[in-house]
């Protein structure tokens, strides 16, 4: 059985490589159009699809993918898309360990950065940097399950480990035809977004495709070192709020406006997402002063979407703001958003959950159920969100624990493990907005990138692999 599944994974994944392949001719056209270094886009075509063909080819099978292959697939592929993605940062002369972390970062839309000075990076660079968020947010698996029909049923097992949140759901009842619908919309709010930034706010469209390929994946990733505040364009700024705020909505929700149902409006956990970014920027508006409303509202909505751009440097506002932030890092957006963390959908079921359990406290024989938008809630979902929140803490704990005794300060430790483990990318002390990774030891990086690893699957998906009872059974 271990070896039907090596195969069917190593078959699949070769599948996608050769797709994956593909995505090297935007930076290759855009290097040729501005007269820079082509080579290294085509060296890492050839080579991603030579291991795709060779994977794909070598490791044919007939097995049909089970709900315990999607595990394998789905974090083998978050793994190795990645370590393939490498290439271009290695051609360009950045060690192995470095490019790893700005790829796995840019594919797990963390946005945690390396790099001191990003102009330096040619712009099909920049442009490649900022496509591998894209790719990543609304999934690179749900990208492939919504072109490639021989998955089949077997996508089903794909879409339920990729998915972000603790309530996967489907607009259609075919998983292919639910991709391509998310995905159609996400291509949509990319659009838009690139023309408001070029045509209103004035970006230079360069500028606006890179801000906005990392906008939607809630990524954060920009052509500049400064990051949003390099333009100094607050239309910008609002424009930019604006879809990072829509970023972190469920697509559900989407789907459900563009159909004309507004009452998707009335949903508890959306309603839950406005309280908490109401109370966050009244909190750092408060402690900053009205004068700095606009960084509030803009780092409020960028920290609690996971998306990580920076306007302001918030590790020097007051202990206050940053205790906010720092609480935003950990409580993520939506579920079924492009955002990372522990997802306002938990948060709510929890509050729910202690809100039952204390009723049940005076009546103890009384039947409550937990209700989510007035429909109860499986017990078994409830589990598996409380199983999650608490593995989530442990791995906070544990991998800031190991950061702090490599060398890392406590404040920057447990920052750069809420900011990658969430996706979030900028962090506090030593990873704040106005510095980077580049310093920390080669062991606290490659921490720091199984947590982005573990961050965008979720835990499960990834620790499940770990298991010798999964592979045994």
């Given at each position: 059985?271990?070896?039907q599944?090596?195969?069917?994974t190593l078959?699949?994944?070769g599948s996608?490589?050769?797709y994956f392949?593909?995505?090297?001719i935007?930076?290759?056209?855009?290097?040729l159009?501005?007269?820079?270094?082509?080579?290294?886009?085509?060296?890492?075509?050839?080579?991603?699809?030579?291991?795709?063909l060779?994977?794909e080819?070598?490791?044919?099978?007939?097995?049909?993918?089970?709900?315990a292959?999607?595990?394998?697939?789905v974090?083998f592929?978050?793994?190795l898309?990645?370590?393939?993605?490498?290439?271009p940062y290695?051609?360009l002369g950045?060690?192995?360990?470095?490019?790893?972390?700005?790829?796995?970062?840019?594919?797990t839309?963390?946005?945690a950065?390396?790099?001191k000075?990003v102009?330096?990076?040619?712009?099909?660079?920049?442009l490649w940097?900022?496509?591998?968020?894209?790719?990543?947010?609304?999934?690179?698996?749900?990208?492939f399950?919504?072109?490639l029909?021989?998955?089949?049923?077997g996508?089903s097992q794909?879409?339920?480990?990729?998915?972000?949140?603790?309530?996967?759901?489907?607009?259609?009842?075919?998983?292919?035809?639910t991709?391509?619908l998310?995905?159609t919309i996400?291509v949509?709010?990319?659009?838009a977004?690139?023309?408001?930034?070029?045509?209103?706010?004035?970006?230079?469209?360069?500028?606006?495709?890179c801000?906005?390929?990392a906008?939607?994946?809630?990524g954060?990733?920009?052509?500049t070192?400064?990051?949003?505040?390099?333009?100094?364009?607050?239309?910008a700024?609002?424009?930019?709020m604006?879809?990072m705020?829509?970023?972190?909505?469920?697509?559900?929700?989407?789907?459900q406006f563009l159909?004309g149902?507004?009452?998707?409006i009335?949903?508890?956990?959306?309603?839950l997402?406005l309280?908490?970014?109401?109370?966050?920027?009244?909190l750092?508006?408060?402690?900053?002063g009205f004068?700095?409303?606009?960084?509030?509202?803009?780092?409020?909505?960028?920290?609690?979407t996971t998306?990580?751009?920076v306007t302001?440097?918030?590790?020097?506002?007051?202990?206050g703001?940053?205790?906010v932030?720092?609480?935003?890092?950990f409580i993520g957006?939506c579920?079924?958003?492009?955002?990372?963390?522990?997802?306002v959908v938990r948060?709510?079921?929890?509050?729910?959950?202690?809100?039952?359990?204390?009723?049940k406290?005076?009546?103890?024989?009384?039947?409550?159920?937990v209700?989510?938008?007035?429909k109860?809630?499986?017990?078994?979902i409830?589990?598996?969100?409380i199983s999650f929140?608490?593995?989530?803490?442990?791995v906070?704990?544990?991998?800031?624990v190991?950061l702090c005794?490599l060398?890392?300060?406590?404040?920057?430790?447990i920052?750069?493990?809420?900011?990658t483990?969430?996706?979030?990318?900028?962090g506090l002390?030593?990873?704040g907005?106005?510095?980077n990774?580049?310093?920390?030891?080669?062991?606290?990086?490659?921490i720091?990138i199984?947590?982005?690893?573990?961050?965008?699957?979720e835990?499960f998906?990834?620790?499940?692999?770990?298991s010798?009872?999964?592979?045994?059974?």
């Amino acid at each position: 059985m271990v070896r039907q599944r090596v195969r069917l994974t190593l078959h699949i994944i070769g599948s996608f490589l050769k797709y994956f392949a593909l995505a090297y001719i935007v930076p290759l056209v855009t290097a040729l159009y501005y007269g820079e270094d082509w080579r290294i886009f085509l060296y890492s075509l050839l080579v991603t699809l030579t291991i795709g063909l060779l994977l794909e080819f070598g490791f044919r099978t007939t097995k049909v993918i089970e709900r315990a292959d999607g595990f394998t697939i789905v974090a083998f592929t978050w793994l190795l898309i990645p370590l393939i993605g490498t290439l271009p940062y290695v051609f360009l002369g950045l060690g192995f360990l470095d490019a790893f972390f700005e790829t796995m970062s840019g594919f797990t839309t963390t946005g945690a950065t390396i790099l001191k000075v990003v102009e330096e990076l040619p712009k099909s660079a920049l442009l490649w940097r900022s496509l591998t968020q894209w790719l990543g947010g609304m999934g690179v698996i749900l990208l492939f399950i919504s072109i490639l029909p021989r998955l089949g049923v077997g996508g089903s097992q794909l879409f339920d480990r990729e998915f972000p949140g603790p309530l996967p759901e489907r607009l259609r009842p075919r998983f292919r035809t639910t991709a391509r619908l998310l995905w159609t919309i996400y291509v949509g709010l990319t659009a838009a977004q690139i023309a408001l930034l070029h045509f209103m706010a004035r970006l230079e469209l360069f500028d606006s495709i890179c801000i906005s390929f990392a906008t939607i994946p809630t990524g954060g990733f920009t052509p500049t070192t400064a990051s949003i505040g390099a333009y100094g364009n607050p239309l910008a700024e609002y424009i930019i709020m604006a879809f990072m705020f829509l970023a972190g909505m469920s697509f559900i929700t989407h789907y459900q406006f563009l159909r004309g149902n507004w009452k998707a409006i009335k949903g508890e956990e959306f309603r839950l997402y406005l309280i908490i970014l109401a109370v966050a920027i009244f909190l750092l508006i408060l402690s900053q002063g009205f004068n700095s409303y606009r960084e509030g509202m803009f780092q409020a909505i960028s920290i609690m979407t996971t998306t990580g751009f920076v306007t302001a440097d918030f590790s020097a506002w007051h202990s206050g703001a940053r205790i906010v932030l720092l609480a935003l890092m950990f409580i993520g957006a939506c579920g079924g958003s492009t955002g990372g963390a522990i997802k306002v959908v938990r948060v709510l079921t929890l509050i729910k959950h202690t809100r039952v359990m204390m009723r049940k406290a005076i009546f103890p024989k009384a039947v409550i159920p937990v209700k989510l938008n007035q429909k109860p809630l499986p017990e078994g979902i409830i589990r598996d969100i409380i199983s999650f929140l608490f593995l989530y803490i442990l791995v906070a704990i544990a991998a800031s624990v190991v950061l702090c005794f490599l060398g890392v300060n406590l404040e920057t430790a447990i920052s750069a493990v809420a900011a990658t483990l969430g996706n979030v990318g900028p962090g506090l002390g030593g990873v704040g907005p106005g510095l980077n990774y580049a310093l920390l030891p080669g062991a606290a990086k490659f921490i720091l990138i199984i947590c982005m690893w573990l961050g965008r699957l979720e835990l499960f998906t990834v620790i499940m692999i770990f298991s010798p009872r999964f592979w045994k059974g």
